[in-house]
């Protein structure tokens, strides 16, 4: 069986190993539960991207809220990546990382009149337009700055990304973007505001996408609006088509990025805009892959109905299988003998939606490690305290070198900007 996060992630001599560092033993050195994350993993990722725009106006955006930590983003930053934001908080990771605001994009439905200053401030590169009425405020921030923000209007071309409804942003019923039909007039209207200088155009369909084929029905919508808005005299820079590609958990085979760019570059060619500045804004296939959770077996709880195998990461470490009925692959960290009966792997917090995985045929015993796997993306970015449980450790291997690149949490720092009263 391949491991999904092969090649960067083996099991040799029984041993789970990311880029041939034993995760049990990273376990022991740094505790769990710990998130560790492969380095080279996350350069691959960027590569195949930047590999097939090579010789196009480009930039990849790293849509940062699939995994922040700081040093996530540096090694993006290094790597030639730009950032896809969504808040004033991104904006000052990116920045606290070595990011370059010139190279960041802004997106989401709720900007606050703040963070529009602070990032008209900084000098991000494009904001990302979801409404009529965002459009409005920001000609206003950017006037009383004296400046003029760049924009793109994030369209919503309601194509079908077939994915989870949760995670599909493209439809008409979504929040998400300014409709089809209603985006030349607020283009004009754009175009017509003193302190709003337009850019270009955007959307974004979903996430864990499997298929090519959205993203080109999406492309193809968004290239019917250049076409219509360059008519009308507004002249658009760049396209950006989003990210959502899906990444392998259990059995999905999505495209490659390199064949997605591919078939992407290929219509804009067929459709005349081969010249045009493209943009891409990947999170989940940029680092999912790249990271695992470990996590310790605490106590195996056998029943009538159901096995118990009681670990000590919770949905607050990893809440995607609470959140989505995720599947993800769950491995022990060193293989052991005899027999593997079915267990439901839960954590410690006090709901029954706290587990990680369902009916997993595991040999296991209390204090073996297991490994949650393709746990990079959308896991420590949504971690919370819950249960005033600290948040994780986080690791990162690179090659022979092992940091770490996020001190665990402790109890005290969680209540420490709280009050008694009285
Ligand atoms: C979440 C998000 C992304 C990244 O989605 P992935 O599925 O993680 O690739 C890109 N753009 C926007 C606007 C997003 O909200």
Known sequence: ????????????????RLEGHPLADLARQFGTPLYVYSRAAMRAAAHAYQRALQGRPH??????????SLAVLQTFAQAGCGFDIVSGGELQRVLAATGDASRVVFSGVGKTR?????????????FNVES?????????????????????????????????????????????????GEALAAYRLAAALPGLQVLGIDSHIGSQITQIEPFIDA????LDLVEAVEAAGIPLHHVDIGGGLGITYTDEQPPAADELVRRVLQRLDARGHGGRELLLEPGRSMVGNAGVLLTEVQYLKPGDAKNFCIVDAAMN????????EAWMAIEPCVQRAGPAPLWDVVGPVCESGDWLGRERALAVAPGDVLAVLSAGAYGMAMASNYNTRPRAAEVMVDGEAVYLIRARENAAALFSDERLIG
């Open 219 to 222: 492309l193809d919508r968004l």
């Open 317 to 324: 470490d990893l809440m995607r299988p609470a959140m989505y």
């Open 1 to 16: 069986m391949t491991l999904p996060g092969a090649p960067f992630l083996a099991r040799t001599g029984g041993e789970l």
């Open 132 to 180: 009529v009425g965002e459009l409005e405020r920001l000609n206003a921030e950017a006037l009383a700055l004296g400046r003029r923000a760049p924009v793109s209007l994030r369209v919503n071309p309601d194509v079908d990304a077939g994915t989870h409804p949760y995670i599909s942003t493209g439809l008409k019923g979504n929040k998400f973007g300014i409709a089809h």
């Open 114 to 126: 703040p963070e529009m200053r602070q990032a008209l401030l900084a000098g991000v590169r494009c």
């Open 59 to 68: 930039l990849v955006c790293y849509a940062m809220k699939a995994n922040s």
